[in-house]
């Protein structure tokens, strides 16, 4: 299946530390995008990054793609306890679907400890 | 800032029963999407909806399952006679193609919907 998949599945570390989740996926791909979702609640969009992009930043968030070992790495710099929820990658197919259904992957649990 | 809304948040109904989801989508916004996330698992394409037209499908949208826009700013899932295995959190998600953020869908809360 094309369905990113994460890597670590549940991941603890301390306020302040940083947090690095990872995210493959199988066939190529038009972009990837990373969700938040908090306990029982909604999807948060976080981040998109294109297909001809390597790195991009949003505040204390840094993702990178390697198209070439199709996988993609979120890191989260200095964390607090209120990013503690569940990190999701999702993959738009290239030329796939027609209006960019998303594949989601089973996520990573990140628990930050204050 | 805008976003999208799903009513009712809970449902709870017995098996064999006829549901229906609502959301309000972004206002501007064109193309839209339901997907499911089953307890535990991950979160799953239902269908994709543009211009009062179903685009895209997956296998899990079978006869049971159908979407409506009935008017200017709904956007509707039914499940016509519900079955155990359709309890779920269900979101509803919309995209405006044009601009700069145009790749991003924006998701609703969710209803969780649980069959008994």
């Known amino acids: 299946s094309q369905q990113g998949e994460e890597d670590p599945q549940a991941l603890s570390i301390q306020e302040g530390e940083n947090a690095t989740m990872n995210c493959s996926y199988k066939?190529?791909?038009?972009?990837l995008q990373w969700y938040r979702q908090n306990s029982g609640r909604g999807l948060v969009h976080l981040i998109l990054?294109?297909?001809?992009?390597r790195e991009k930043h949003s505040g204390r968030l840094r993702v990178t793609l390697d198209t070439s070992k199709k996988s993609s790495s979120l890191l989260i710099t200095a964390s607090r306890a209120a990013d503690t929820a569940s990190y999701f990658c999702?993959?738009?197919?290239?030329?796939?679907?027609?209006?960019?259904?998303?594949?989601f992957g089973r996520g990573t649990q990140l628990t930050v400890w204050p | 800032e805008p976003e999208v809304t799903q009513t009712p948040s809970h449902q709870v109904t017995q098996m064999g029963q006829e549901v229906i989801l609502r959301c309000v989508p972004i206002?501007?916004?064109?193309?839209f999407y339901w997907y499911r996330q089953i307890l535990g698992q991950k979160v799953e394409f239902l269908v994709s909806?543009?211009?009062?037209?179903?685009?895209?499908k997956s296998e899990i949208f079978d006869d049971q399952f159908s979407v409506e826009r009935p008017d200017g700013s709904n956007f509707t899932l039914k499940i016509r006679s519900t079955k155990l295995e359709d309890s779920a959190m269900y979101f509803c998600?919309?995209?405006?193609?044009?601009?700069?953020?145009?790749?991003?869908?924006?998701f609703g809360p969710g209803t969780r919907l649980l069959v008994l």
């Open positions: 999702a993959t738009v197919v290239d030329r796939g679907s027609t209006l960019g259904r998303l594949y």
């Open positions: 206002s501007n916004h064109l193309y």
């Open positions: 909806f543009y211009n009062n037209e179903i685009s895209e």
């Open positions: 998600a919309s995209r405006d193609p044009r601009g700069a953020w145009g790749e991003t869908q924006y």
């Open positions: 066939t190529s791909i038009n972009n």
């Open positions: 990054i294109r297909s001809n992009e």
